[in-house]
């Protein structure tokens, strides 16, 4: 007697979860999601900071050099004002001149290495050349020559900056245009008369962006160093705006009273390394290649 055959159907498996949101992997990482955060709520802070702190950060009518307690959380400075305030105060000061500095030395450096890169031969020359120059000194040292040039002010200290930060976006968007102006469809686009600027923005800018945020967000955190650098050498911020540089440059008359230089320098640790993971993860993003070894990794 023969047995008929039954055609079962496969054991049911499981798919992939679906995700709710569509979050890159790298931004699930733990740095990216801590760097994140803590951005966002430094930023939030330097927005929102004068309508929430408890004393006026430019008030004297606190005790001098009180330790950090109930009252002062951060305790005071010789003058008897808050530390607490002025570093919260401090951040509406610090991190928009960060990310203004930023922006501008983005938005100036990507145009001169556009134009560098897709016009060549003596445009070349001469912007390069002039980058070059700029690029020659230690950046510092030559940020410190121009605000001490200018005079010391909190404007002039991120004028200094500017000098000396947009090169290395031009040096970048020069070499990635270098890379793209003689692929197939940058040629197809000048065969159908595009104009340059067109040929700029159309063709070629969508594959720069990638690159200029990743180093935008790495630049923000030494953006912020630079200015408080020359903060405290006493070239940008003034006395008494309450800017975390000069605060700290205050804190070398009173060694005894920790606490006046450890808050500010805290400060600036966090910031600048939550946007240098958040430049990770940008990185990984927009990297395909870093894309490719997480998941090879993770095999």
């Known amino acids: 007697m023969t047995q008929l055959s039954v055609n079962r159907p496969a054991p049911y498996k499981a798919g992939p979860k ?11 990482t733990p740095l990216g999601v801590i760097g994140a955060l803590i951005a966002a709520f430094w930023v939030v802070v330097a927005f929102t900071a004068p309508l929430w702190v408890p004393y006026d950060p430019l008030a004297q009518t606190l005790p001098r050099l009180q330790p950090p307690g109930i009252d002062t959380l951060m305790g005071t400075d010789a ?11 401090g951040a509406s000061v610090t991190i928009p001149l960060a990310l203004l500095l930023v922006v501008m030395s983005m938005l100036v450096g990507t145009l001169v290495g556009a134009i560098a890169g897709y016009f060549g031969k003596w445009v070349d020359e001469v912007l390069m050349r002039i980058t070059d120059l700029v690029m020659a000194f230690p950046t510092v040292i030559l940020a410190m020559v121009v605000a001490a040039s200018l005079g010391p002010s909190l404007f002039n200290a991120v ?16 070499s990635i245009v270098l890379g793209l ?12 008369g595009f104009s340059p600027f067109k040929t700029l923005r159309v063709d070629i800018a969508p594959n720069v962006v990638g690159p200029i945020l ?16 020359l903060s405290f050498l006493g070239l940008g911020a ?7 540089g000069s605060m700290i440059s205050a804190a070398m008359e009173n060694f005894d009273a920790w606490w006046l230089g450890v808050f500010p320098g805290l400060a600036i640790l966090t910031v600048v ?3 240098n993971f958040v430049g990770d993860s940008l990185r990984d993003i927009f990297d395909p290649t870093s894309q490719m070894s997480r998941v090879g990794a993770s095999a």
Do not use: K
């Open 18 to 28: 679906r995700r709710w949101l569509n979050i890159p992997s790298a931004w699930v």
């Open 181 to 192: 102006r003689t692929q197939n469809y940058v040629m197809a686009g000048r065969l159908l």
């Open 273 to 275: 390394m939550a946007f």
């Open 159 to 174: 004028i200094a900056a500017f000098v000396v930060s947009w090169p290395q976006y031009a040096r970048m968007t020069r």
């Open 238 to 244: 003034q006395p008494p705006t309450p800017e975390w």
């Open 79 to 89: 003058l008897g004002r808050d530390v607490f305030s002025r570093l919260m105060t």
């Open 214 to 229: 990743v180093l935008a967000s790495l630049d923000v955190g030494t953006a912020i160093l630079l200015l408080s650098g």
